[in-house]
């Protein structure tokens, strides 16, 4: 499976925007997917992470509450709604798909096997 995010851009704290991780190739549906992000000079950061059918997720501690996950199969695409931005949330966004089911590891970027390109958001304050 090959991934591409799309959707970052510029917003002013306390601003909203979504993101989109769009699969192509085939057995999407076999793959968790999650969401990572990495500023400059930081490691990159797991932010959250859904299963293969959509009715399991995980978050990182820094975004939960604020971040939401979601799955639509149809259109090959997982989304990060993300609200209440924050300018220390300006980052390079990336999603990731590994073929295992939901579980701890797979906060860990090590876990995944697939990443797709990532996209920038910046927060000004």
């Known amino acids: 499976v090959q991934l591409q995010a799309f959707g970052g851009g510029s917003v002013q704290a306390g601003g909203s925007l979504r993101l989109s991780c769009i699969a192509s190739g085939r057995a999407f549906s076999d793959y968790a997917v999650g969401w990572f992000r990495q500023a400059p000079e930081k490691t990159r950061e797991f932010l959250a992470a859904?299963?293969?059918?959509?009715?399991?997720?995980l978050y990182g501690d820094s975004v939960e509450g604020r971040f939401t996950i979601a799955r639509d199969s149809a259109k090959r695409t997982v989304y990060l709604h993300m609200s209440n931005l924050k300018p220390e949330d300006s980052a390079v966004y990336s999603c990731a798909a590994e073929r295992a089911p939901l579980g701890p590891r797979l906060r860990y970027r090590s876990e995944y096997e697939q990443w797709g390109e990532g996209t920038l958001v910046t927060v000004s304050s």
């Open positions: 859904i299963s293969q059918n959509g009715d399991k997720t």
